[in-house]
């Protein structure tokens, strides 16, 4: 690629700025004027970018040259909006590019990214460039429906249910569901998620509907020797995405500027805890996040990285903690996970952290008194329902005995369940 091209970042209908490749394989993100002069009226990219109820830091941040550009990758922001791992690597391969090269893959991918971002040549048809519908014959063949970006590292796809029918061609349509097949390297996965998930909402936990589904459901799914055979798939509604349309999301490695394999550095929940504290959904978000985190050390979620926590902006100049998503009990699978993806009050052990390690996380936040106390009851309801709830889950979804059984083992070696 020796030209330079330029693609419009549209937030909904607003234009944002324009992400420019040049052919020196440097991406620059420039905001746009008139973006900035809408002033208290801005709709917000990324926190990243903005401090809600603070104009003039909020301008500042958004001429602030730093994190907008990047050598063959895009800048941070953008390149958190890309898959990692299979996806990735199926789509690149369709381009017939590098992988590494995601200004290509950002131009592929932008009438379909997570959230409300939109990315299009500034060239595009006007259809187009607004998102809206478009018939099969203008799909690149190519992609044979893989026209779409997911985070994360598992094999998933955007689909779009229709009654009990799921299909991967949407037609330039927009998924509603998110589907991950049963996958050969871990045995029973969809299982044990949709357990773990259907756990989660006993406990009180911000879950979006999920589902077992079989593969006769589902159309349009590419060949993969991967598959396990006989196995039900996974499926879980899309927050991000609605009868109206797209609803704005960002994942906090956007958040704070890292890069997706920066997921589990720099950050702890001390930090994505002050963030909801000071710029999004306040103390509803802490009681969240208590109940969250409670649960991951109950059930052994060893994986809750950053880009497993994701704003949600309902509304447009002020977030809130999106719904939980990607939550399993990953202990069922190795004997090495034996900590908290995080750190939280300076602790990372499953076995060393009890409810004095809520209290102290959430002093670090800056809560204190009657209103920490109730944090931590948050934590301790939230894990008590959990335990109380989850080998009937496990049951229902039909994981294997031993998984199951290696879970308990975990709960028994647990301080925390003392406090229960």
């Known amino acids: 690629m020796n030209a330079t091209r330029t693609l419009e970042v549209r937030l909904h209908d607003t234009l944002v700025g324009y992400l420019t490749h040049y052919p020196d394989e440097k991406t620059v ?13 801005r709709p917000i990219l990324s926190l990243s970018m903005a401090r809600p109820g603070d104009a003039t830091r909020t301008e500042a941040m958004l001429r602030d040259e730093r994190h907008k550009s990047a050598s063959v990758k895009a800048p941070p922001f953008f390149s958190n909006l ?4 299979g996806l990735r690597t199926r789509i690149a391969q369709s381009l017939k590019v590098d992988e590494s090269r995601e200004f290509l893959l950002l131009a592929a991918l932008g009438h379909d990214l997570p959230g409300a971002v939109v990315l299009s040549s500034i060239d595009t048809p ?8 478009v018939s099969g014959s203008e799909a690149d063949e190519e992609l044979a429906g ?5 985070g994360g590292m598992q094999m998933k796809f955007s689909m779009l249910r229709q009654g009990e029918r799921y299909t991967l061609n949407t037609g330039g349509r927009l998924g509603n569901y998110i589907v991950k097949p049963p996958v050969r390297d871990f045995e029973a996965l969809p299982r044990v998620e949709a357990a773990t998930m259907a756990t989660a909402r006993a406990a009180g936990v911000d879950v979006p509907e999920v589902s077992l589904l079989p593969a006769q459901n589902i159309d349009g799914l590419p060949d993969m020797a991967g598959y396990r055979a006989d196995e039900p798939f996974y499926a879980i509604r899309r927050f991000d995405r609605s009868d109206a349309g797209r609803i704005h999301v960002e994942d906090f490695a956007q958040v704070f500027n890292l890069r997706p394999q ?13 963030v909801l504290l000071d710029y999004a959904g306040g103390l509803p978000d802490l009681r969240e996040l208590a109940r969250r985190l409670a649960f991951n050390v ?4 060893g994986d809750a990285h950053i880009k497993n926590w994701s704003l949600i902006y309902d509304d447009p100049l002020r977030p809130r903690l999106a719904p939980a998503y990607d939550l399993v009990a990953t202990v069922a699978y190795t004997a090495h996970d034996v900590a ?3 750190n939280m009050a300076g602790v990372k052990r499953f076995d060393a952290i009890t409810l004095d390690t809520f209290a102290a996380l959430f002093f670090r936040i800056g809560v204190r008194d009657r209103t920490r106390d109730s944090l931590v009851e948050e ?15 496990f049951a229902a979804a039909a994981v294997p005995a031993h998984l199951v059984d290696k879970i308990a083992r975990h709960q028994r070696a647990l301080p925390l369940v003392k406090n229960f």
């Open 146 to 150: 893989l026209r779409f970006s997911l």
């Open 262 to 274: 920066q997921k589990y550095d720099r950050i702890n929940y001390d930090m994505i805890g002050r």
């Open 379 to 393: 934590a301790r309801d939230a894990g008590r329902k959990a335990l109380a709830a989850w080998q009937e889950h």
């Open 82 to 85: 890309l898959p990692e791992g």
């Open 29 to 41: 993100f420039v905001v746009d004027d008139a973006y900035l002069e809408l002033g208290a009226r």
């Open 298 to 301: 109950v059930m052994g979620n």
């Open 340 to 342: 908290i993806a995080l």
């Open 126 to 133: 006007d259809h187009l460039r607004r998102g809206r519908d």
